[in-house]
């Protein structure tokens, strides 16, 4: 991470197995659409190869623990399946806000944004 603009990328082997995910955590994730601190992106496309833009809701939740985001993947697209893997984006709620309210969904979306997927 640090300042400036950063790729944050996971291979399919990085991932546990649903019921026991790998957990990582990334303590300084920025999307500048509302800070000046950088422009990071998650880069997932090998760990949800077949998810599309419409369809990435069957492949990720993103759960607010505090300020913290935790992204819940399952890489099988089965939204009924557990996380293989867990992304905890520390302070996020914190630091990206729509000025004075804290709007989650606003927030969710944006994190959604910054993924990147199969071109």
Known sequence: GGLGDDIFGWKAS???TPGLPVTDRIT???MNDLTANGDDHLDLRDLISNARADTLDDYLSIVK??????????ADGDPTSEASQVIVLENVYATHNTGAVNNTEAVDELIKQHIILNS
Not at 65 to 74: C, F, K, M, Y
């Open 14 to 16: 990085d991932a546990g």
């Open 28 to 30: 300084d994730f920025s």
């Open 65 to 74: 623990q505090g300020d913290n985001a935790e992204l819940h993947i399952r």
